[in-house]
């Protein structure tokens, strides 16, 4: 175990160095700084709820935007590698499956906290700009959006071993993202719902993380932290789909 962690290590270091040279990364960037100032100008037309609507917009759009590159990412960077036969390589010399899955996972999600953590200052300076502090519980909304991008990221590589091609991955990841916000909701239909297909439906919905359990910004008037239900939820669900990732990987010929 010890011996193969410098492996580990290794992929995930890889991983992060060639996502942040890569020219999508540069894309995102702009884009995000864009975003953001986009939602200055929001904030100018709320008048009295002016740095509510500063903070909550552009938090939002930071964890979409850091959502699209760890999507696009994720949904794309095995089947690039099958491809350019780059895993053979890989796989050839004495490196576990677990391992190079394990380092490929950790190098996305420290892209995406690179990611949140660059448009976190640039949000920030141009609260400051607009003569605002820092909204209450800033950090843990880091948070919580890093351990959605951790659910989200873990499941995409999942489904991108045995889905046909990087946009079937992003539209199944996607749909998994959306159902995440309404889980309650739809939980709730289900448990008023009778018969055999409804045992089903419930079953299925259990499936689906509640990915509400992340939105510190939802409590941010109340300043507070992230409920321990969200980590342990956050790392359920992600260990869950790197298991079924590493059973995916193990079945297939590199």
Known sequence: MRKTLPVVW??????????????FFTLFAVFAFAAIYASVLAGVMAVDQEARVLSDFGLALMELTALAYALFNASSVLLREAETKTIYLVFSRPVPRWAYLAGKLAGSLLTSALMLAVMGLMHLLLLKLRGFGVPPAYAWALVGSLLKLGVITSFAYFVSLFSTSAVSTLVISGIFWTAGHFAAETRFLAEQSAGAKSLALKAAIWLIPNLQLFNARDAAGAAAALAPAAFLSAAAWTAGSYLGALWLISRKEF
């Open 10 to 23: 290794a992929v995930a270091a890889n991983s992060f160095m060639e996502n942040v040279r890569n020219r």
